[in-house]
């Protein structure tokens, strides 16, 4: 029912930038939680942003709290995750996904669709 399309990835240095974006089609976006999460291979997949239908409410992992940014723009049916201060430890395919609840939550199991990631390479 809902398709989702992440890009923005690619190669950074350490210390910089980068802004994903995931493009949702189909269902009715406005009533969907979004979260961002990522997985490195070998280990579980790792939450890292969520935020609520209306984007009211923001919560951050640990690692990603005061350098990423998720975003929320309904009239365009978009999720965006700002990223700033890159460190090769977050390197990882980053994967988008929607909860069909209109309340942010941290769990990967919560979320009911999920797009084919985008690698994000930082290098020291």
């Known amino acids: 029912q809902v398709q989702l399309v992440e890009s923005g990835g690619g190669w950074v240095q350490a210390g910089g930038s980068l802004r994903l974006s995931c493009a949702a089609s189909?269902?009715?976006?406005?009533?969907?939680?979004m979260g961002w999460f990522r997985q490195v291979p070998g280990k579980e997949r790792e939450f890292v942003a969520t935020i609520s239908s209306s984007g009211s409410w923001t919560y951050y992992s640990d690692s990603a709290e005061g350098r990423f940014t998720i975003s929320k723009d309904n009239a365009k049916n978009t999720v965006i995750l700002e990223m700033s201060s890159l460190k090769p430890e977050d390197t990882a395919v980053y994967y988008c996904a929607a909860r069909s609840s209109i309340y942010a939550r941290t769990r990967v199991d919560g979320y009911d669709y999920w797009g084919q990631g985008t690698q994000v390479t930082v290098s020291s």
């Open positions: 189909g269902g009715t976006f406005s009533r969907y939680a």
